[in-house]
């Protein structure tokens, strides 16, 4: 069982070039989400995903892009990267539980660098 | 609107010390709480959470955490600190839409031998 699978672990891109991120799972989790990581400020949600089709915006959505269109597959999608994305990126997945609390999975992360 | 407040991002204690990690938390209905670990380089795991079952939960590894709506408080414990506890905790809190959580800013434990 894979969990949460990201890839690529490492890309390092020159500004204003597009790129994206892959993420799957395969716990058939119906909410999947997307973090940035930076130094100091914890986890930032970019945008979610409460099932196939249907997507929405975090905290820090701009510059960045996603779909939905199977409930495996949640990537997210750089248009035109700048150095202020340089992070590290988690995607997680989750469903509620019997507790009715919904706990994430995360996957290795992938480490970006925009030069 | 939720938020989390983790006081002290780093705390260096002495193996077989007590660990204490602070978290106080906002949210405008009773929440879910939530304790995250992450050890370097890799992703975050759960280590024990909130959902009103008990105030007092019990997570993995020993650590544990008391839920104090009086105080808004989650603080994470660990009687007796191991060095293979050196890594980053992340507290969290959850409200309504499914995968919304807020994290806190992270607080780094450091384990001296």
């Known amino acids: 069982n894979a969990g949460v699978t990201q890839t690529p672990k490492f890309q390092v891109l020159k500004t204003g070039q597009s790129m994206t991120l892959q993420c799957a799972q395969d716990m058939n989790h119906e909410y999947m989400s997307w973090y940035r990581q930076d130094p100091g400020m914890g986890l930032r949600l970019i945008h979610y995903s409460v099932g196939a089709g249907i997507t929405d915006q975090g905290e820090v959505p701009n510059g960045y892009n996603v779909s939905r269109s199977t409930t495996e597959d949640f990537p997210l999608r750089l248009l035109s990267a700048a150095p202020s994305q340089t992070s590290v990126y988690f995607c997680?997945?989750?469903?509620?539980?019997?507790?009715?609390?919904?706990?994430?999975?995360f996957g290795a992360g992938s480490r970006l660098t925009v030069l | 609107a939720q938020s989390v407040t983790q006081l002290g991002s780093h705390v260096s204690v002495s193996e077989g010390a007590l660990v204490l990690l602070r978290c106080n938390y906002s949210?405008?209905?009773?929440?879910?709480l939530f304790w995250y670990v992450q050890y370097p380089n890799q992703g975050l795991q759960l280590l024990l959470k909130?959902?009103?079952?008990?105030?007092l939960v019990k997570g993995i590894n020993g650590f544990e955490a008391e839920f104090k709506k009086s105080e808004t408080s989650f603080h994470l414990t660990k009687p007796s600190a191991h060095m293979s506890d050196a890594a980053e905790y992340f507290c969290a809190v959850t409200q309504g839409n499914a995968g919304k959580s807020t994290f806190g800013d992270g607080t780094t434990l450091t384990v001296k031998p």
């Open positions: 949210s405008s209905v009773p929440p879910y």
């Open positions: 997680a997945s989750s469903s509620i539980g019997d507790s009715g609390a919904n706990v994430l999975t």
């Open positions: 909130y959902t009103s079952a008990a105030t």
